[in-house]
Structures are given as structure tokens and as C-alpha cells.
């Protein structure tokens, strides 16, 4: 007898993604050509993005954003992005955007391009039936100066749409002390708080975020089930993990999917979410990872409906919408 076909079309939050992350390799190659810029060296022979590890990937990432130059630019990369997002059932999205990648973290041309963000956002939610929120991101490896440049950005826009702050890059480059006048600035301004942190940095890394950043989320944080200690102090304080199991494998932050520690930190009890990253980057998408789920850890309805719960109640956004979400996914 075979077994039913899993289904994975049930509505779904994801509060993990990048927005220029989930740029599909074609709409990264297609504007390169309209502008003639040769980043030809960044797609392998299938035309899907080519990387070696985290720094390259880094490296890879930054050169396909050289392609996106302008609002008009981002207007049509968020509706690809947010089409693509809803074909895989996702009714809810945060993304991360960066103040970095629109023109160089200026006040003016942030406004200007959060702006056409904001009208894809709409048209999208008309379109598509997708809503999306927005956490203004810095950039670790580019400083904690031009962080603060990046948290202005983000506390002079706060609002309906950005609603959080948060910090990617690479985790093991600069003292996390540095970046806490700018999540301090960023609190002061109303937003909520999330960081890469315990992807590459170690338990140790998590337990400084939380003391110096006081996030409620960290991004990905699955290392801290390295430390009993840390381990115990997120559980207690209800911190939020954004976990990215596709992104963990692809990128070798863990060696393969079996030894993912997800399914641990969910029976331990951590408050634990499920999120893509940068879907294209990794071939992986919201289905794919809950397909991924039912296959290496056995999970169904239940699991699936936990983390779904969980990501409704750690969403940063207002309490209205998250009433409206909890419906959606209850229904
Ligand atoms: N920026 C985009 N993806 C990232 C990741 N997985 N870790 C850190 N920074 C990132
Ligand atoms: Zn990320």
C-alpha cells in the first residue's frame, strides 16, 4: 500500500526571507542584461546561482544586488518575489530589506524605495492574496557605522509596514556590542528586534545577542542547543527561532538534514518557526521545507500546526492582522 500524498498546501507564515535573498536567478540575469552588467560568474550551467560556502554565497549575493538599481527595480522584484511566495501557500510574509541595498542606506533614496516596496506589497496582497511586512535589516560585515545609517533608515519609516529591525551578514565578523545603539535606536522607535545569531557564531553567539541586542527572535539560533545554559535561557524568555533548515543543509551550517537539530529543539520545547531564507539560493521553497519535515522527521498536521501557531504569535505585526492570520490558518 502506498501513503497518502502529503499535503502541504495548508496557508502559511513565513518570517524569514530576504527580499533580495529570494530574487530567482532569471530576474537577477535578466535585469544584469538590460543594464550590461557581466555577473555571468555568479550562475552555474543550469542558470541557478553558484556558490562554494557561507562567504562566497555572501559574495554572490551582493553581486546579484548590484543589479537592482533603482524603486522601479525592487517594485517588480517584490511582486516576482511575493507571486512566488504565494504559489507556495504563504499568506503572510516578513521580509528583511536593507536600507544597504537601496541606495546606500540614504535617508531620501530609502524612502523612495521603500515606497515602490510598499505599492508591490499592495498589489501583490490584491493579486496574490499575500500580505507582507517589512524588517529593515543591516548588514554585520559592513560595519557598525553603516548599521546605524541602516537603523535611521528603519526608525524614521516605522510604521504599518516596517515593522522591525534586524541584522544579517556574517556573525563572526565585529563585537555584537558595537550594533546596540542602533537595535537600541531601533526599539526606541517602536520596532520589534530580530538577528542572525547562532548560525555560524555558536551557542556563545546567541547568548550575547540576547544580552547586548535584547531581541525577542534570532534568526536561524539553532546553535544554541549547544549549550544547556543557553539552550534553557532562550526556552525561559520564549525567544523566537527562525529556523531555516534548507538554508542550514545548503550552505553546510549543518552537515545534512537528518542531523538538523530542529525536531530536538521543537521537543525541548523553544518556541520554533519554519522559514526559507533565500529560497532560490538554496533550491528550496515553503513547500519544499515542510515537505523535508514530513520526510526526515515524521512531521504532520500536529508539528505543522504548532509552528504555524507559533509564527502567528511571534509575527511583529499589529493585533488586528494577527487575529485575521490566526483565522486564516485555523480555517
Ligand atoms: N543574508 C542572507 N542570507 C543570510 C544568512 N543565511 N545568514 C546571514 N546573512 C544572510
Ligand atoms: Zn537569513
Redesign the pocket.
Known amino acids: 500500500m502506498t501513503a497518502a500524498p502529503l499535503d502541504t498546501s495548508f496557508p502559511k507564515l513565513e518570517l524569514h526571507m530576504?527580499l533580495e535573498?529570494a530574487a530567482p536567478p532569471a530576474f537577477i540575469a535578466g535585469l544584469a542584461r538590460e543594464k550590461s552588467i557581466d555577473i555571468s560568474g555568479i550562475f552555474d550551467g543550469h542558470g541557478n546561482y553558484r556558490f562554494r560556502d557561507f562567504d562566497d554565497f555572501l559574495k554572490v549575493?551582493e553581486a546579484a544586488c548590484t543589479t537592482l538599481q533603482s524603486p522601479e527595480d525592487f517594485y517588480r522584484l517584490t511582486l516576482a518575489v511575493l507571486e512566488q511566495s504565494a504559489k507556495h501557500g504563504v499568506i503572510y510574509t516578513e521580509s528583511f530589506i536593507s536600507p544597504d541595498f537601496c541606495g546606500g542606506a540614504d535617508l531620501v533614496a530609502w524612502r523612495a524605495y521603500l515606497a515602490a516596496i510598499e505599492e508591490a506589497a499592495d498589489e501583490a496582497e490584491r493579486r496574490f492574496g499575500i500580505m507582507m511586512k517589512g524588517i529593515v535589516t543591516c548588514v554585520r560585515h559592513f560595519g557598525a557605522d553603516q548599521a546605524k545609517k541602516a537603523a535611521h533608515c528603519a526608525a524614521e519609516t516605522a510604521g504599518n509596514f516596517v515593522v522591525g529591525f534586524g541584522m544579517?551578514?556574517a556573525?563572526t565578523m565585529g563585537r555584537t556590542a558595537d550594533f546596540a545603539y542602533s537595535f537600541d535606536m531601533a526599539r526606541e522607535a517602536g520596532l520589534h528586534l530580530t538577528s542572525?545569531a547562532g548560525?555560524w557564531g555558536g551557542a556563545e553567539m546567541v547568548r550575547e545577542t540576547l544580552h547586548h541586542l535584547k531581541v525577542s527572535r534570532l534568526g536561524h539560533g539553532f546553535q544554541c542547543i549547544d549549550d544547556p545554559d543557553v539552550l534553557q535561557e532562550v526556552i525561559e524568555k520564549g525567544i523566537v527561532l527562525e529556523l531555516c533548515p534548507g538554508?542550514n543543509v545548503a550552505?553546510n551550517a549543518v552537515p545534512s538534514w537528518e542531523t538538523h537539530p530542529i525536531e530536538k529543539l521543537r521537543a525541548a520545547g523553544a518556541k520554533i518557526t519554519v522559514s526559507s531564507?533565500?529560497p532560490p539560493f538554496f533550491l528550496s521553497d515553503m513547500t519544499y521545507e515542510f515537505t523535508q519535515l514530513a520526510k526526515v522527521f515524521g512531521w504532520g498536521e500536529t508539528q505543522f500546526a504548532q509552528v504555524q501557531d507559533i509564527a502567528v504569535q511571534a509575527a511583529f505585526c499589529d493585533e488586528d492582522t494577527r487575529a485575521t492570520l490566526a483565522k486564516r490558518i485555523a480555517a
Do not use: A, F, I, T
Open positions: 530576504h535573498g549575493y544579517g551578514g556573525e542572525h548560525e538554508s550552505l531564507d533565500d
